[in-house]
């Protein structure tokens, strides 16, 4: 894929701009609410379970299991010409938040439920700033892969 022509969301949008800022780093931060601790994905302005208005972000482990998925076959997207593609809903390890991202690293043929994702950071659009975190399956530890 060239992503060179993604184009970039806005990257100062207060309610995302600490993600973006995150991922450009190649890490993965998320809010917290400050007033209950619920954690808030996608950002809102206020949180869902209090009301409050105030959160922390914080660096979580990129990694988790597919959730869900689907298999891109028409190129609709700048910068998403190759197809098909894997794009998949990931249940994160640590933290009761799913994201989406394109699943890269395994045929789409190949993609199963359940199976382990780490998070890839990846450079995208014209603006260095702009990092798209991506999902690869994460490598079996000598322990597990007999």
Request: charged share 15%; net charge negative; aromatic share 8%.
């Amino acid at each position: 894929m060239d992503l060179r022509s993604v184009p970039a969301p806005d990257l100062e949008d207060p309610l995302f701009a600490p993600y973006w800022e995150g991922t450009a780093l190649g890490k993965l931060v998320l809010p917290r609410c400050c007033g209950c601790g619920r954690m808030n994905w996608p950002p809102r302005a206020i949180c869902l379970g209090c009301r409050a208005a105030e959160f922390a972000w914080e660096q979580q482990r990129p990694s988790g299991t597919l959730f869900s998925w689907t298999v891109v076959g028409r190129a609709t997207a700048p910068g998403y010409l190759d197809v098909p593609y894997t794009v998949g809903i990931i249940a994160l390890d640590d933290v009761p938040v799913r994201l989406m991202g394109q699943v890269v690293g395994v045929d789409p043929e190949n993609v199963v439920m359940g199976m382990p994702l780490s998070a890839r950071f990846t450079t995208a659009g014209s603006s260095p700033e702009f990092t798209l975190i991506q999902f690869e399956p994460t490598p079996a530890s000598p322990a597990t892969s007999m």
